[in-house]
Structure formats: C-alpha cells, structure tokens
DNA sequence: CGTTTCAGATACTATCGGTATCTGAGTGCC
DNA sequence: GGCACTCAGATACCGATAGTATCTGAAACG
C-alpha cells in the first residue's frame, strides 16, 4: 500500500494524464487544425478514452486554453532570452525578429491562436480567460519596450502601450494570413518593427 | 407563356434567391459568427429550406465566400471613396482611418474573415480562393500607396507593397484582437499607419 | 478486509454539414 | 394547348463529433 518506486498516487497518475494529453493536443491542434481534431482522437493518440479528457478538463475549449498556455511560457521565455542576450538596440531588434521568425512567425502558431479565438467567441468564460492572457502579454511587452526606449534613451513614436498593441497586431495579423499564404514577406515583419519602433528624431 | 410584369423566369427567380440568401448569411454570419451559424438557419431566415442554398452554392464554405465578395466589395468603394475625396496626404490619411474605423474597424468583419479563413485553411480550394483575394487588395493597396507616394513626392520607409502588408496585417490583426476584447485603442491604428507611411527624411 | 471514492471507460444523445431522392412549377416542342 | 422534360427547391436521411449519463475497477482508508 505505501508508495514506493513504481507505485505512484493517484494525483500524481492524473498529473501525468493531463500533461501527456496536454502534450498530445498541442501537436494535434497545431498540425492539424483545433476545429479539425475531435477530441477522441487526442485521446486515443495519448492512449485513453474520451472519458479522460473530461474528467481533466471542462471540456474542449478548456483543453485548448492549456495548450496556449504551454506555448504561451515558451513564447514568454524566448521574448526574454533574445533580450537579454544583447544590450544595443539593433541587436536586440535583430535577435527579436530571428525568434520571431522561428516562433510566431511559424503560421501554425498563429492559426491555432487565431483560430482558437475565433471559435471561441461565444463562450464568455473562454473570451474571457483569452484576453486576461492577451493584456498580459500586451504589457509586458510594453514594460519590454519601455525599459528599452530608456535605456537607450530614445523618445519613441508611439507610446508603449501603443507599439506594445501595433506589434502583438502586426504578429497576429501576418500569422493569420501567412497560414494561407506563406509566399507573404516575412522581412516585412522586421521592416514594419523598425518602422515602428524608430525614434522620434529619427 | 410569355414574361410579362409578374411573370419571371426561372433563371431570374434563381438570382434573386441567390441573392436573398448571400444578404441574409452576412448578417448572420456578422452577428452570430460562422461556424455557429446552422445552414438551416441561413435557408430558414431567408424563407427557403436547405436544398436551396445547394442548389445555388457548392456548401457553405462557398456561400461564405459569397459573402465576403459582397463585403469586399464595399469596401473597396469606401476606400476609394475616402481617397479621391481629398487630395493632400494628412486628409486622405484621416479620411482612410476615418473609412476604417467603420467598416474594418468595426471587428466584426475582421472577426469573419479571420474565423473563416481559419475555417477553410483545409479546404485547398477555399484557401486558394482567399489567397486570390488576399493578393488582389494588397496590390490594390500598394498601387494606391505608390500612387500617393509620387503625387506628393514622398519617399517611403518601406516600399509600397511592404506598406500595404503592413497595413493589411495591422488591420486584420487589430480587428482580431478587438473582436475579443473591445477596449483596445483603435487610435492606435492611426498612428500606426502614420509611423508607417512616413517619409523616410521625417 | 470491507467500504468508499474517483479516474477513466463506455454507451448514448443532439446538432449540423452534406447527400440522395423526390416534387411540382416553369419551359420548349409538336 | 396539351405533353414530356428540366431543374430549383423540399424532404428524408447519413456520418461525424461535442458533450452527458452511467458504469467499473483499482487505489485509498478505516
């Protein structure tokens, strides 16, 4: 009865379900679509029944919003990294815009986000959770900006707040239709930051 | 046998039911979204039943497309409107953000164009054909930007199709958001586009 | 060791896009 | 002007899928 080794509890077993179903969802909605997944299949990809998902999660969209999350800390961490890997302001642009195009410049990101949004439009409490995450990250990346204007001691065209919502925009923007079309210029993404982002007194 | 006033033939009777259900799925589509948009419903509101919309649409990813022709097509009156209506950079400017508050602005028809791109991302022929559209405004735009540019002997930051990508993504990407969370700032998008058409010797 | 609990399985329901088939009013031919 | 034909639209059905209700067996506990 006492847990030893190989014998694990039970909230640690449940742990497990919802990581590994968590896991499978992400590559499944990524790959696939979110609409475009029935929920059966991430089960049985991740070796259970339906039956699992609902008793760790509230329901498909729920499911979903972990899976953002989890690309949400990764996205987070690597916003954080490029940064801090520099201290002059062109290469910390250049360093941006390189993770960028590894990350949300992937259409696949966008699209599930995008996607996820759209779909959950008409259910309250998942609009609601979506921009809770989206203010979060708007102002931080905001903070972000505003640290840097000061260190570097530019006066900025836009407030913050304001390139914080025109990039997160531009991001989303060039995600949603390059998942369509990917013959779309990235290096425009790089452009319209510098644009952006360039000092009054240019 | 003859059509006289009342009479109408039956390739004019089709039209008009055509027409009748493109009318009535945009504003369903507008306001309750597509995918939560039943067919039936669609049939129904506008007094027909479901084999009308097949007999006249390929299914409803083709009636949606119908749709956004009909959108599209306002909206490329409206920018032209806004622009020949003036004729010195910061009216046309004002009278473009003006026309987008409005109409793109309004988040949703962003909203729509975004749920059903994501939508329709597996159906090679709907992506195509949103792909089509894609280029035709964006080179619209760029041609209108360039246009601008010379009649005011501005040179760009970025070149005319940059700019229009921009725009176009900053549009889309802004509407997305909003259509989630309503209180973000459009002016944002004004400023944007004034950072971004700027003249490269601001 | 018997009882309780609960993670996950199974069986079922409702909804919706799409298909197959049918019907009846308009159309053309004699 | 009657008659066969066509085809816009109606009706009945199918398959997929999110969600619910119920069940089961093993872990937790006295």
Redesign the interface.
């Known amino acids: 009865m006492t847990v030893d080794g190989t014998r694990i509890t039970r909230a640690e077993r449940q742990a497990q379900t919802r990581e590994r179903l968590v896991e499978v969802a992400r590559d499944l909605f990524l790959t696939e679509?979110y609409?475009?997944t029935p929920l059966d299949r991430v089960a049985v990809a991740a070796g259970f029944s339906k039956g699992a998902v609902y008793s760790n999660f509230a329901g498909k969209e729920e499911l979903c919003l972990a899976v953002l999350d989890s690309m949400h800390a990764e996205q987070i961490e690597g916003i954080v990294e490029a940064f801090s890997a520099h201290t002059d302001l062109d290469s910390r642009i250049d360093a941006f815009v390189e993770w960028a195009r590894r990350s949300v410049g992937n259409p696949r990101y966008t699209?599930l986000e995008?996607?996820f949004?759209?779909?959950a439009?008409?259910s309250p409490f998942v609009?609601r959770e979506?921009?809770k995450r989206?203010?979060e990250m708007r102002s931080m990346a905001a903070g972000l900006i505003a640290q840097i204007a000061e260190e570097e001691g530019i006066e900025l065209?836009?407030t913050p707040?304001?390139a914080a919502?025109?990039l997160?925009?531009?991001?989303?923007?060039?995600g949603?239709?390059r998942?369509?079309?990917a013959s779309?210029?990235v290096?425009?993404f790089a452009?319209?930051i510098r644009?952006?982002v360039?000092a009054k007194n240019?």
Chains 1, 2 share one sequence.
Request: hydrophobic residues 55%; glycine residues 6%.
């Open positions: 679509g609409a475009a699209a995008v996607e949004a759209a779909a439009r008409h609009a979506l921009v989206h203010r065209a836009l707040d304001q919502t025109s997160l925009s531009l991001g989303i923007g060039m949603a239709m998942s369509l079309d779309i210029d290096s425009v452009a319209a644009s952006l360039r240019s």
